[in-house]
């Protein structure tokens, strides 16, 4: 790989230690996939580091340390219902280490709802499979599915390799999808997005043939469960997102590779595929992965106002801190509690009780959680489906 002087330097540990093992780091990295140079990047996403991670004079070095770029953070933790979903709550402490890093707590897998949103063309070091394959598709930017270490390395050094999703060339789409079905609801949106998971493994998928208005709640969900039955860390959708403008764009003047449809049937059937198909008693229902949007939470305390959740429920709403300060400010958490919702700032795979059947709108949570609870079922279906659900206490086939 070809080195600046000024890499050289850091590389052969002229700029101090830490600056000389994120050099060899991504060098490394940088050469088991070819890449012919590094490239600056104008910010990351990351998960807090944690000492088990590095050697302990790196990771003193670290938190003593200014990141090169602007770095947002991965879900920190609960402070309100911590003792329902985890074992302790964040040490502020420990959070204050990393704001004077430079680390803005964003605190959650899908920070481009609260202020993290690279433009169009701009390179950028991200982990979260849902996260960045939204970032990749729906705004442009540029970044593979990058390790936690190697998100650390790029934010303390400013630079990430140049291979892959960072080039043109990369991000050319192979494999088309003619949508020949209606979607409704963004739950369908995430059965078409498993679907195409699975068939596109990591290639670049393009769909066509999709009507109507995408909007962020439809789209997350979507490129998070192509990020989980595969992985897909980009997707186009023809006349809709920045690099598909036309059908020939998305395929930068190529053929696709292989074509598929998606039809009525395929819809059906991967919402069958997403159930496990076991007792209708439901006990948890979980939405939020990726977080929800204000205008989720609006949805729900619309669904919600003057019922109440079937007592053997557990009904919890999972997004970002910012956005249950705004659910307060709007009276919209008042409406929820009311009915016995709670909204907390974590992962459904942080709660500490086990479900026995759980219930969710979410692609991604259908397809990871039997592995979390495998002697508990799971619901795929709409939210609405899901809020019908909370407030009778069973599934309704």
């Not at 990591?202 to 709640?217: A, H, K």
């Not at 259908?366 to 279906?381: C, E, S, T, V």
Request: aromatic fraction near 10%; charge should be negative.
């Amino acid at each position: 790989m070809y080195l600046t002087t000024e890499e050289e330097m850091a590389y052969n540990g002229n700029c101090g230690p830490l600056q000389e093992w994120a050099m060899k780091f991504l060098t490394k990295y940088g050469d088991i996939y070819g890449a012919e140079k590094l490239i600056p990047v104008d910010s990351a996403f990351t998960f807090l580091p944690a000492s088990r991670t590095f050697d302990p004079e790196i990771y003193n070095l670290l938190c003593e340390s200014k990141l090169a770029v602007p770095t947002y953070s991965h879900i920190t933790g609960e402070t309100e219902h911590w003792k329902e979903v985890s074992r302790e709550p964040p040490s502020k402490d420990f959070l204050r280490t990393y704001v004077n890093m430079g680390i803005s707590l964003t605190s959650t897998c899908a920070p481009y709802m609260c202020g993290y949103c690279p433009v169009y063309n701009s390179h950028i070091s991200s982990v979260e499979s849902s996260c960045l394959v939204y970032l990749n598709s729906v705004l442009g930017a540029r970044t593979h599915r990058e390790s936690f270490p190697s998100v650390i390395a790029s934010a303390v050094t400013g630079k990430t390799p140049y291979f892959g999703l960072h080039t043109d060339e990369g991000r050319k789409g192979n494999l088309l999808i003619n949508v020949e079905t209606t979607l409704s609801n963004p739950a369908d949106y995430d059965a078409l997005g498993y679907f195409a998971g699975e068939i596109a493994g990591i290639d670049v998928p393009v769909f066509n043939g999709i009507r109507g208005t995408l909007g962020l709640e439809k789209l997350k969900g979507f490129g998070a469960s192509q990020a989980s039955s595969g992985g897909v860390g980009l997707y186009h959708v023809v006349g809709v997102t920045p690099e598909a403008p036309t059908l020939d764009k998305a395929f930068q003047g190529d053929k696709p590779e292989e074509t598929v449809s998606f039809t009525e049937n395929d819809l059906e059937e991967t919402y069958d595929a997403l159930s496990t198909h076991g007792s209708t008693d439901v006990d948890y229902v979980a939405l939020g992965c990726p977080h929800l949007s204000i205008k989720e939470l609006m949805k729900v305390a619309e669904l919600l106002k003057g019922k109440k959740v079937d007592e053997n429920v557990h009904l919890w709403l999972l997004t970002v801190p910012m956005i249950r300060w705004q659910a307060e400010m709007m009276g919209i958490r008042d409406v929820i509690r009311a009915a016995g919702g709670r909204i907390a700032t974590v992962c459904w795979s942080s709660f500490k009780p086990t479900p026995t059947v759980m219930a969710t709108d979410s692609g991604k949570t259908a397809h990871y959680a039997p592995a979390h609870y495998p002697k508990a079922d799971f619901w795929f279906g709409s939210l609405e489906q899901c809020i019908e659900t909370a407030l009778t206490g069973r599934w309704k086939m």
